[in-house]
Each structure stands twice: as structure tokens, then as C-alpha cells.
């Protein structure tokens, strides 16, 4: 299995297209937001992870993401186990909950266990507007 995309976003949807296909819509993809006050704050972004599945492989995963901030030390972590069928995608929705002393930048590292390689979105908390 593969990680196909990592982005922390709004929103997703799905819909169904004729084929039978499926169109996945992401909306409010971001890299950085403003924070809601002077920090110290915690914010809680949603990160989207999409997982592709080959047909001969058995479907099962266990995706990890490690957030890190600008010094490398983990803030929060998720390990969660997964499912897919065979030749199909799957995404997972993980919300952690950041807490930034000061303005920078928290990286999620996504990886599948035990030693996929990582796939690394940056999230940087900006000056509230």
C-alpha cells in the first residue's frame, strides 16, 4: 500500500461519477493558518490521508502520523489501524490536537507501519489577523 496524498484541509467530500468511478473533492486545503490568539494555543486542523491499495495486496494497514515541531521533538501522535479492498483507495481523517508555544511550524509525519516511507505536510501558525 501507498500513501497518495496527505493534506491538512476543511473538507472532503465524495461523490459518486458514472463508470463506476469516485471523485474525491478536498476544499480548504492549507499550509498555514492564522492563530485564533496569542499563543500559547491549541488547534485541532483536520489532516486527510489517502491510502491506495494494489489488487494483490490484503487491504489491511496501519497508518501512523507523528507531529513534530521545528526542532524534530514529537507534539502529538495517532496510530490508527485500517482496512481496503483490494484495488480500491481509502482515506483516513486524523485530527490532532496541536499546541504551539510560539509562531512556526508543525510537521505530520505519515507513514503506513512498519516502515513505509514518510510523507511530510508542514502546518504553520501565523500572527491572528
Avoid at 501512523?64 to 482515506?91: I, L
Avoid at 481523517?93 to 510537521?107: M, N
Wanted: aromatic share 6%; glycine share 8%.
Amino acid at each position: 500500500m501507498d500513501i497518495v496524498s496527505a493534506l491538512f484541509a476543511d473538507n472532503i467530500d465524495l461523490r459518486p461519477v458514472p463508470g463506476p468511478s469516485t471523485r474525491i473533492d478536498l476544499t480548504g486545503i492549507m499550509f498555514s493558518l492564522p492563530a485564533p490568539g496569542e499563543p500559547p494555543v491549541t488547534i485541532a486542523p483536520h489532516l486527510n490521508v489517502l491510502v491506495r491499495c494494489r489488487p494483490a495486496e490484503e487491504g489491511q494497514g496501519i497508518l501512523e502520523v507523528v507531529f513534530a515541531d521545528e526542532s524534530g521533538a514529537q507534539v502529538a501522535r495517532n496510530v490508527s489501524p485500517f482496512s481496503v479492498e483490494p484495488g480500491k483507495f481509502t482515506y483516513r481523517l486524523v485530527r490532532g490536537e496541536l499546541e504551539y508555544a510560539k509562531y512556526g511550524t508543525i510537521e505530520a509525519r505519515c507513514r503506513l507501519l512498519p516502515d513505509g516511507p514518510v510523507v511530510a505536510v508542514p502546518l504553520t501558525l501565523l500572527p491572528p489577523v
